[in-house]
């Protein structure tokens, strides 16, 4: 991929450090599809938290690394860039800075493919894109078994021997178990070492099978399993021992609801996301025409960054998920870490922090699958100068015995605002620039045009308006649409959706949101308007109290929702009841 001119920067920060330790930060000029921007880079302003922290001469340096940096205060802090005409600027990811840090959390990618399978690039070239390019602590190229031949399964594990280096960088070898749902779905299958023979599903036709021979060549503290969603693994089967993980999201879609059917069917464990890129740009993709979201990231807690520590991690549970941004969510309950099970308690508090990279929307407690309360931060009241997000949402889940997820939602058409001006419109929730937009008409200042598509999670855009009040509508006209990007073989066909024209009045405001709800076959979709203050807090603590019902074997996890569009979950937590492991 041959990238075009730089339209902004992100940086890359560990995510823990301690108090005075030697840390670097990445800084990489991306095109306005996040690949490596090629040619003239400007001067670029450092700040830290808000202060001017060092200069990044111009140059032609797509990434250009500043090193042996520290901290000496603790505290939540993040780096910004800036070129001298704040035409071109970005920021990192947090970093929390503490005295003796407990753990440290790593980010990793565990689905991603290359020339090997249906994909594009080298088995290097995917590991060095990996390490250099999303730096990223750990990496998987799971290649599907049914395209891969023992040359290539050598070559995966050469590779990822080649660039593990302990404390800077970890490849564990893997593959996708790439089976029909109907035999069990797809999975995806990781070795702790490098001398591992794959089962692959020439050999295994069913996952009963998987499970099987897996567990008789090894020891099952060394094989880790992840199913996912788009070829829906079988949620009614899990193997205790080797099967720890749930992929809740990839660049297919924001999947929930899969790791809800593993928790319905009593099974431990914990959430991780990740990208499913085919374009061997694992941990940081840039998506492609058909596919409207970017992928997820895994995240790990562990004490150091090598194989045994954050294969341990996976395994434990020690892992909560995100599509994609690098949000620190620290999370217990009753003290007890996400992942764990704790005797049977009647008390349940459950608290602890998110540092985002975006303002923070919401967070919310899910317990035995159901939304028990949320906490909000970004509404706020009408004023004549307000900031107003549209946001557009479509349920995912699968409602017919076992099924293939619901394929994308398209959200087609304009948007007019009558008794307010627009001053700007941005996009925040529309990740994927190859086929998302939200654009002002260029004959009419009062209409917005737009083109998205939900699958699993908000998709929002944000008017600045002038002038408004309780008079001020805004009119949404949707186009007819049918739905795409199903796997085959489905139960449920794909739906065709009716245009809709749906008027709101400001002055229907309740809690400064007002919703419309649109029925498509048993699933519900959300077309909604929040007034926003896009500025509020991107650092928040939160406590929750359950005392209702308390019951052995109650689950809980936290969904954090940022602005941008980003998630992150918790892996659940598990009071009373028997554990399985």
Known sequence: VIGGEVAKIQGFVPSVVGTGEKFSVSVRADDRYRNRAEGDIPELTV???GKEFRTLSAGNEAIQILSDLSIDEPGIYRFSFASSDGSIIGMSNPVSVRDNPEHRIYWGETHGHSGFAEGLGSAEGYFIFGRDDARLDFLTLSEHDIWMDDSEW????????????????????????????????????????????????????????????LQAKYDVEDVLIIPHAHQAGDWRENNVYMQRLVEIMSMHGTFEWFGKKYLENGSQVGFISASDDHLGHPGYTS????????????????????????????????????????????????????????????????????????????????????????????KTELRPKSFVQVGFESETEVFFGRDNPRGYRPWTGFIDVEGARIVDVTAPGFQNPRSEWARMDEDDPGRVNITTATRGRLNNLVLELEGADEDTRIR??????????????????????????????????????????????????????????????????FSFRDDENPQHGDNYYIRVRQLNGGIAWSSPFWIGGEAPS
């Open 47 to 49: 700040s830290l938290n």
């Open 154 to 213: 050598n070559i995966i594990n050469t590779m990822s021997k080649k660039f593990t280096e302990e404390g800077k960088f970890i490849a564990f070898p893997g593959y996708e178990w790439t089976s029909p749902r109907a035999r069990g779905g797809h999975h995806n299958v990781f070795f702790n070492g490098y001398d591992f023979d794959r089962v692959p599903v020439q050999e295994a036709h069913y996952l009963s099978d998987l499970y099987f021979q």
């Open 287 to 378: 998506g492609n025409s058909s596919v409207r979201q970017l992928g997820g990231l895994a995240a790990v807690f562990a004490p150091s960054l090598t194989n045994d520590a954050i294969f341990s991690g996976l395994r434990n549970r020690d892992t909560y998920a995100t599509t994609g941004d690098r949000i620190i969510l620290e999370a217990e309950v009753n003290g007890f870490a996400m992942g764990t099970r704790q005797p049977f308690n009647e008390r349940r508090v459950i608290s602890g922090t998110v540092n985002g990279s975006a303002a923070i929307i919401d967070i919310a407690l899910i317990k035995n699958g159901d939304v028990i309360e949320t906490k909000e931060y970004l």
């Open 476 to 541: 949404i006209v949707l186009n007819e649409a049918r739905e795409n990007g199903t796997a085959p073989v489905q139960i449920r066909p794909p739906a065709r959706i009716p245009g809709s024209d749906t008027t709101f009045k400001l002055s229907d405001l309740s809690n400064s949101e007002i919703v419309k709800e649109f029925r498509v076959g048993r699933h519900t979709d959300r077309l909604s308007l929040t007034v926003i203050n896009p500025d509020a807090s991107m650092d928040q603590a």
